[in-house]
C-alpha cells in the first residue's frame, strides 16, 4: 500500500512550464539538501530557432538521449510510433528513463517528467511508474492536460490515486507553485512521513 500524499503532479497546457518548474523545484531540494537522494528524468524540448523539431529525456546525472524527433528519416525510424509529426525513439527513451525508475531503499524522492502520449509508447514505463507510486517514496511528475476532453487511461490512473495531488500550472501561478510544491515536500522528507 502506498504512503497517501506523496505524488505530486503537476498539469498545464503545452508551454507553460511544467518542466521548468519541476526541474526548479528540484534545484532548491539539492540546495536545501544536498544529501538528498533524487532519481528520474525530465524531458526537453529540442529547438532549430523558433521550431520545435524534438524532445530528449535527460537524467538527473546528466545522461540524455532522443525522445522524438521530428527530422530523423531512417529505415528503423520509419517503424517508430508518431505523436503528431513527431517520431518517437521508444528504445532510446527507455535505455535512459526505465533504469532511473527502478525502486531503490535509498532514494528520497522520484522526478518523473512527464507521464505522456510519447513516454506510454513504452510497454514498461507505465508498469514502472505503478512500482514508484506504490513504493513509500515521494514521487514529483508531471502530466498533460486532457486533449479535446479525453483523458490518457493512465494518466487518468495517476490523477486519481488517493494519494496524489494535481497541481494545474498557468503562467500567473508559476512562481506560487514553485513555492507551494517545494514546501510540501520539504515538509514530507523532513516529517520522515516516508520511512
Known amino acids: ?31 536545501s539538501n544536498p544529501s ?22 535527460v537524467t ?3 545522461r540524455r538521449g532522443p525522445l522524438a524527433s521530428s527530422k530523423v528519416n531512417s529505415l528503423e525510424s520509419r517503424r517508430w510510433p508518431n505523436v503528431g509529426r513527431f517520431k518517437v525513439d521508444v528504445s532510446s527513451f527507455e535505455s535512459l528513463a ?3 525508475l527502478q525502486v531503490n531503499e535509498d532514494t528520497d ?23 514508484v ?16 476532453g479525453r483523458e490518457i487511461p493512465e494518466v487518468a490512473r495517476l490523477k486519481n490515486h488517493p494519494g496524489a495531488t ?7 501561478s508559476r512562481d506560487a507553485m514553485k513555492e507551494q510544491i517545494y514546501s510540501n ?6 516529517n520522515g512521513k516516508i520511512q
Open 1 to 31: 500500500m502506498s504512503a497517501t500524499g506523496k505524488c505530486f503532479l503537476v498539469t498545464g497546457p503545452p508551454g507553460v512550464g511544467k518542466t521548468t518548474l519541476i526541474i526548479r523545484v528540484l534545484e532548491a531540494l539539492k540546495l
Open 36 to 57: 538528498l537522494k533524487i532519481q528520474g528524468f525530465y524531458t526537453r524540448e529540442i529547438r532549430d530557432g523558433a521550431e520545435r523539431v524534438g524532445f530528449e529525456v
Open 60 to 62: 538527473l546525472d546528466g
Open 98 to 100: 526505465l533504469p532511473e
Open 109 to 131: 524522492l522520484f522526478i518523473i517528467d512527464e507521464v505522456g502520449k510519447m513516454e506510454l509508447f513504452s510497454s514498461s514505463f507505465f508498469p514502472a511508474v505503478l512500482r
Open 133 to 148: 507510486l506504490e513504493s513509500k517514496i515521494p514521487l514529483l511528475g508531471t502530466v498533460p492536460i486532457p486533449k479535446f
Open 166 to 172: 494535481v497541481y494545474t500550472l498557468n503562467t500567473s
Open 185 to 190: 515536500l520539504v515538509e514530507l522528507l523532513q
